[in-house]
């Protein structure tokens, strides 16, 4: 079955009626069998009293106490149902409650026992909606079936997932896999008294340091690594070449020059090389936006942000667009790439290439001398890239270490971007003072504001970062629009921090000699942070110190609704919109625009004689009418409504991956260094312990308390500080240590540290009442 229970309940809404052949349009079901499962689902789906039928069509039943929750288990048996709505209760749900959901797996809850100021309420899994483990790593073991032959069965190595499967034999020699680490693909998950079946796909090695990193990574987090069939087949029937027809009401900017910045290529995963007859490349990147840029009269520019038209050649419900829309983001591991669309459409038809005429969305801003935005409008156009630059060939041209035609344009550039960042740090946009190898500074594949919601500052203004500016200020300018005009938008919100995580702050910065105050006692704003950001700048802390307030932020996530932005500093809404090729969002956000532009009612009614431009940012105000016809306003609001859940649950997953794969690497690195000695920063204290970065390597690992055997340690937890009960010395968040590799866990990637030298002594300022719940155990058996 290519969809879950999840995606076809979306598809019901405020308790209306919904035909079947509805359904199995939007859900793919075309061939005998799909459409034999999918009658199975509705057939069952009714029978347990989620569905109604009326008249040959179907309600969804919404049941009092019934929520839809995603479950996060432990290895000790018990689970917590987490809701999407922020604040919500978490609900505990009982092993015996579980009824054979999985750890991850999306579900709907029904509440058995309410809570109460202490406890949690409790409940029980009614119904699993969407499996998050279609596949496990799992060890390989043998055992007997009930006639006493020789069957295997498959131990997951995340111990969350509490249960084991049955292996069928499939055609690999099993008996030689035993205790091999394994790629195991769910067959039948656990029906009634029935376990688990699954079959081995792949065998990874003896143990997780002889498997492939990428192999792990890609297992764990089941991320597909080809196209089906039926989706390569839907992208060669695309035509190869623009028709008239393609042209027909868009905006001709042929004879603009233009310009794109193309990153290092990376290696595209793909299950069957292909030839580049067929219209596929070798491992290029796709390039999404390319940029113009004008000089106008009283020292204006007009900016041209030119995005590939992917909703075009993508229509909704096809092949390629539930492929996207089930894999929702490119996840970028290493020197690979794992893309949404297979590569003949994203690195070909919806890649800006030189010398190539391209469908585009156009977004033309003119801006005065200060950055400030003047004017603006939104285009559907064609296009045609004049020249292509990795980020590195237009520093050269930049810093005049190569000669070149280009040189007055990306003067211009530069030097707007520079104004419109000047017009965000006015706002109170943060900037991070990070590593750039750790954060990819100006390499973070979409361009933007990356992964924190802030900007990673740079040390001075690179090629890579004057495009993130350009990327940026198209993304505002795009959801402010959608605003105006008042229709369904698919938007990047940020929470500010909570209170009391600052004051936190606050009082560690203190510890380390900075006083932060915030300009309103009562409330945080992005300008306090860009005042700490200040502070901290030359302070001998201002590492942790930054390590400590990007803790403090919360995750940006999409919303249907506007909201602010902490890290940028932005009241009215941002969105995605410059990586359609990359991020479903992005596609969705084209989406819209096109309806505006197909279906869009610039007038009140038919008899008013004077129109608004819906393309021009002069509609702002003047709007008091439903700019889309009902019907497709509806369809929008419905589909972006329950699609955000699973965007931000695919982008979670894309980072994890990404993180498990630099993670994997740290630790094989580390592996061959055990027993090396390094010095090192104290980023973080616990009464465990206390982790230190290696900063030359950019790699943390813990030092045990247990470890530290020259005293009994106390944990002072307002001073983060583990301090020697008899001998003074103290391990002070910040404190400069020298540590010695004692061991690497390389599948959990946990590196032990060893102190060998560094902390400080400890003051009478310092004492305070130690938490006595947190004393070292080891310590006291030994003494």
């Not at 050649?313 to 996207?324: C, F, G, K, T, Y």
């Not at 609001?637 to 991956?657: F, P």
């Amino acid at each position: 079955m290519e969809f879950s229970i999840a995606t076809l309940l979306a598809n019901f809404t405020d308790d209306k009626l919904v035909a079947p052949k509805v359904l199995e349009k939007k859900l793919g079901c075309q061939d005998k069998t799909s459409l034999r499962k999918f009658q199975i689902v509705l057939d069952a789906l009714e029978k347990i009293g989620i569905l109604v039928k009326d008249r040959g069509k179907y309600r969804r039943v919404i049941e009092e106490g019934v929520v839809e929750a995603k479950l996060r288990c432990s290895s000790k048996g018990f689970c917590f149902a987490i809701q999407d709505a922020e604040g919500s209760e978490d609900i505990y749900i009982r092993e015996c409650h579980l009824s054979s959901a999985w750890n991850g797996d999306r579900v709907l809850v029904k509440i058995i026992k309410e809570g109460s100021r202490r406890r949690s309420p409790e409940g029980e899994v009614r119904l699993v909606l969407e499996r998050a483990n279609p596949s496990v790593l799992a060890r390989l073991k043998q055992a007997k079936n009930q006639t006493g032959l020789a069957a295997y069965k498959a131990v997951p190595l995340d111990d969350r997932l509490l249960f084991e499967l049955e292996v069928n034999s499939n055609g690999i020699a099993l008996e030689e896999a035993i205790d091999y680490l394994v790629h195991v693909e769910v067959m039948r998950y656990p029906l009634g008294s029935y376990p688990p079946v699954g079959r081995v796909a792949q065998i990874l090695g003896s143990d997780a340091e002889d498997a492939n990193d990428l192999d792990i990574v890609c297992c764990k987090h089941d991320l597909p690594r080809s196209f089906s069939e039926n989706v390569m087949k839907a992208a060669k029937a695309l035509p190869k070449q623009l028709r008239k027809a393609d042209l027909k009401n868009r905006l001709d900017l042929r004879e603009l020059l233009t310009l794109t910045f193309k990153a290092e290529s990376l290696q595209r995963e793909q299950e069957e090389p292909e030839t580049e007859e067929e219209g596929l490349s070798t491992g290029a990147s796709p390039v999404e936006h390319a940029f113009s840029l004008e000089t106008l009269e009283d020292g204006q520019w007009r900016l041209g942000v030119h995005v590939a038209d992917v909703a075009y050649h993508v229509p909704p419900d096809s092949p390629l667009d539930r492929e996207a829309r089930k894999r929702g983001i490119a996840v970028f591991l290493g020197e690979t790439a794992i893309p949404m669309l297979p590569e003949i459409l994203a690195e070909n038809r919806c890649s800006l290439l030189p010398e190539e005429e391209r469908l585009a969305i156009s977004v033309l801003i003119t801006l005065n001398a200060q950055g400030e935005v003047l004017e603006f409008e939104i285009q559907p156009s064609i296009i045609q890239v004049d020249h292509q630059l990795s980020p590195q060939q237009a520093q050269e041209i930049l810093d005049r270490n190569e000669d070149s035609a280009l040189s007055p344009v990306l003067d211009q550039m530069l030097a707007l971007s520079r104004a419109v960042k000047q017009q965000g740090q006015q706002r109170g946009a943060i900037e991070l003072n990070l590593p750039a190898t750790q954060y990819g500074v100006g390499q973070f594949p979409f361009d933007d504001e990356g992964l924190l919601g802030v900007i990673v500052a740079s040390p001075r203004l690179s090629a890579g970062a004057m495009v993130t500016e350009l990327i940026l200020l198209t993304n505002q300018i795009v959801a402010g629009h959608l605003q105006a005009l008042m229709v369904p938008g698919i938007y990047r919100v940020q929470p500010k921090p909570d209170f009391d995580d600052v004051q936190e702050l606050i009082k560690l910065a203190d510890n380390l000699g900075m006083n932060l105050q915030l300009q309103n006692e009562e409330d945080v704003r992005p300008q306090d942070y860009q005042g700490f950001t200040q502070q901290f700048a030359g302070s001998s802390a201002e590492r942790v110190l930054t390590y400590l307030l990007q803790e403090t932020l919360k995750p940006a996530t999409y919303s249907t609704t506007p909201g602010p932005h902490f890290g940028l500093s932005l009241d009215t809404g941002y969105t995605h919109c410059t990586s359609p090729v990359q991020r479903y969002a992005d596609l969705l956000v084209q989406r819209i625009l096109h309806a505006v532009f197909e279906h869009g009612r610039d007038r009140r009614t038919t008899r008013v004689k004077e129109s608004v431009n819906l393309r021009h940012s002069s509609a702002k105000g003047q709007i008091n009418w439903n700019v889309l016809p009902p019907e497709v306003q509806h369809e929008l609001e419905e589909q972006l409504s329950t699609i955000v859940g699973h965007l931000g649950d695919r982008e979670k997953v894309s980072q994890e991956a990404e993180e498990d794969l630099a993670g994997l690497k740290k630790a094989g690195a580390m592996k061959e260094r055990t027993g090396e000695t390094f010095p090192g920063l104290i980023t973080g204290v616990q009464s465990y312990g206390f982790f230190v970065e290696i900063e030359e390597l950019l790699v943390e690992g813990l030092v045990h308390v247990s470890s530290l055997k020259d005293d009994w340690y106390e944990y002072r937890s307002r001073q983060q500080t583990l301090v020697g009960r008899k001998n003074r010395k103290q391990y002070r968040l910040g404190d400069r240590v020298e540590v010695q590799v004692k061991s690497v866990d390389y599948y959990r990637q946990q590196i032990d540290l060893v102190a060998v030298g560094g902390g400080s002594e400890a003051t009478n300022g310092d004492d305070e009442e130690p938490e006595r719940s947190t004393y070292n155990p080891y310590l006291e058996v030994d003494r």
